[in-house]
């Protein structure tokens, strides 16, 4: 939906596995996936085990993508969505989550004001295999905020309960099985004060699991509970309900932070030494919030580094607004990158700022001039032929540039920009990423002249194997974006045109790609 209109308002591999990816970009084929190479899609393949896939949020696909030649099942993800009265759909749908068994994880919207439960799929074909019915209740938000789910590589689900608990399910291929749950502070506790508990203390970021199936969220404590709770980081070791957790106070050195930034999914580091999140003042929803980005000990969670978002015009604290689903994505070189609005809007359009640090927050290197509700996805550098550049990576971002917003002219673009090398920035004259490539949105927008129809994702799935990013638009139609050519090669009709809030797309593990538009969810293959 378009932040200039609403029509109103603002809406909104692990490190060693990368040189094969690349390498797989390059050679024709390297066994298995979808398009290009004729071969069956296979019944064992990679997972996308959560939001950005990966616990760096890569969005990198694992095997090659079908074509889009048909729809070949749909499913609600909200059976009563709630449209604002311009017609817009202010909510964030949680990622689909897909096992190696190709079973397809939903989280499903039940009723007008938040009620959930998490889906079961068969990949092929969209039969049902389970459902598991969650207590969850929704922080107070603007914006609906994301449910998102989780899947650890020994097919364990996770998923949001009421009062900070998490409830997994194993075996979830298997329409026979055992919901439970796990409370970081302990289940006792829990059991002793539910209803204190569910009053207070709400999950409010998406789920992370790493490697080793260790899992963090973070969530938000609005009431006095009986441990004396405060909002912070939540840690679930792999393989026992030992939990541990740091406020967000103590995550950032400054008893000024009192929440965990809205929709923001930590990130776990390739080595999985170093966990990072996003922390913020304790503000209203009608203010704008601000804050860090921590680094912590992603085994003890004690603080290891902070670094304060900023305009990197006016020097000023970054906007880190709760409708955004702006998460931090980890590079193969660890670096780090988070997405803010500016501190003064609409000075930059209100397309905020793609922010970059070192591994250690110790560095602020060059922003991108996008970072508003946009969670970037690692590109190899042989994805982009044309690229000469010195980085064996690159990013790609939605580049929105909407109409009424400041000098916003409503041509709304995709993006791969590099992150070593830099440009002069055409609004504020910022040293920024430098554009590798950039495609305008093919539809133009009725109520804009000369405008088009914006990019409706919050992370692409990017498809090595085909040099490809699948990329969703408000004109109810998924792109198949070659970076080869840097044309739309592919396109297939979801729905009509909607605006609504941003979106993720997926890909499962027989290359089919999943994407949401107007409140379903659509597996798209040949």
């Known amino acids: 939906m378009s932040i200039a209109h609403d029509r109103g308002r603002p809406r909104s591999f692990h490190v060693a596995s990368i040189a094969t990816v690349a390498l797989c970009a390059t050679l024709a084929g390297c066994g298995g996936g979808g398009g290009d190479n004729g071969s069956p899609p296979p019944v064992n393949g990679p997972a996308w085990s959560g939001y950005g896939r990966d616990a760096q949020h890569s969005a990198l696909s694992g095997i090659g993508t079908q074509t889009l030649a048909r729809l ?16 817009a759909l202010l909510i964030h749908y949680g990622s689909p989550v897909l096992s190696t068994r190709n079973t397809v994880l939903v989280p499903v919207k039940t009723a007008a004001m938040g009620a959930f439960r998490v889906e079961a799929h068969a990949g092929a074909s969209g039969a049902l295999l389970w459902s598991a019915d969650s207590d969850y209740i929704l922080p107070p938000h603007n914006w609906t905020p994301s449910y998102n789910t989780a899947l650890d590589a020994g097919g364990r689900i996770y998923f949001p309960g009421a009062g900070g608990k998490l409830f997994f399910r194993d075996g979830v291929d298997s329409a026979a099985g055992t919901v439970q749950m796990q409370v970081f502070y302990g289940t006792t506790q829990y059991l002793l004060h539910k209803d204190a508990f569910d009053a207070a203390v709400y999950v409010n970021t998406p789920i992370t699991v ?28 792999a393989n026992d309900l030992q ?5 967000a106070a103590n995550a950032a050195s400054d008893p000024g932070i009192g929440q965990v930034a809205m929709n923001a999914a930590p990130a776990v580091s390739p080595d999985g030494r170093t966990l990072y999140a996003v ?3 304790s503000v209203a929803l009608s203010a704008h919030p601000t804050g860090y980005l921590v680094a912590l000990d992603a085994a003890t969670l004690a603080p290891k580094a902070r670094v304060a978002l900023r305009d990197p015009v006016t020097g000023a604290s970054a906007w880190i607004s709760t409708d955004s689903t702006a998460s931090p994505t980890v590079g193969p070189d660890g670096d780090v990158y988070f997405g803010v609005l500016e501190s003064n809007p609409p ?14 927050l110790a560095t602020s290197k060059a922003p991108a001039a996008f970072g508003w509700d946009d969670t970037a996805s690692v590109v190899p550098a042989t994805m982009v032929p044309s ?32 992150p070593t090398t830099v440009q002069t920035d055409t609004i504020s004259g910022q040293p920024v990423m430098k554009e590798v490539l950039t495609i305008l949105g093919p539809t133009p927008d009725p109520g804009f002249s000369g405008g088009v129809r914006e990019w409706c994702i919050n992370t692409a799935a990017v498809d090595p194997f085909t040099r490809s990013v699948l990329v969703n638009s408000e004109d109810g139609m998924l792109y198949r974006w070659s970076l080869v050519t840097n044309t739309f090669t592919e396109k297939i009709r979801l729905g009509n045109e909607i605006g609504e809030a941003y979106t993720p797309t997926a890909v499962g593990p027989d290359g089919a790609v999943y994407a949401i538009n107007n409140a379903v969810l659509f597996a798209i293959g040949q």
């Open 210 to 237: 790493d490697a080793q199936g260790n899992v963090y969220f973070g969530y938000t404590v609005l009431a006095s509970t009986p441990l004396g709770l405060a909002s912070g980081i939540a840690r679930l070791a």
């Open 347 to 360: 000075a930059h359009n209100l397309r905020g700022w793609l922010l970059h640090f070192d591994a250690a």
């Open 387 to 418: 690229y000469t550049g010195p980085s064996s990576y690159l990013l790609a971002i939605k580049y929105n540039n909407y109409r009424g917003a400041g000098t916003g002219d409503g041509k709304n673009r995709m993006a791969i920009v590099d």
């Open 243 to 247: 939990g541990s957790s740091v406020t």
């Open 279 to 281: 922390v913020t003042t």
């Open 72 to 87: 070949r099942w749909n499913t609600q993800v909200d059976l009563m969505p709630q449209y604002s009265p311009g017609g």
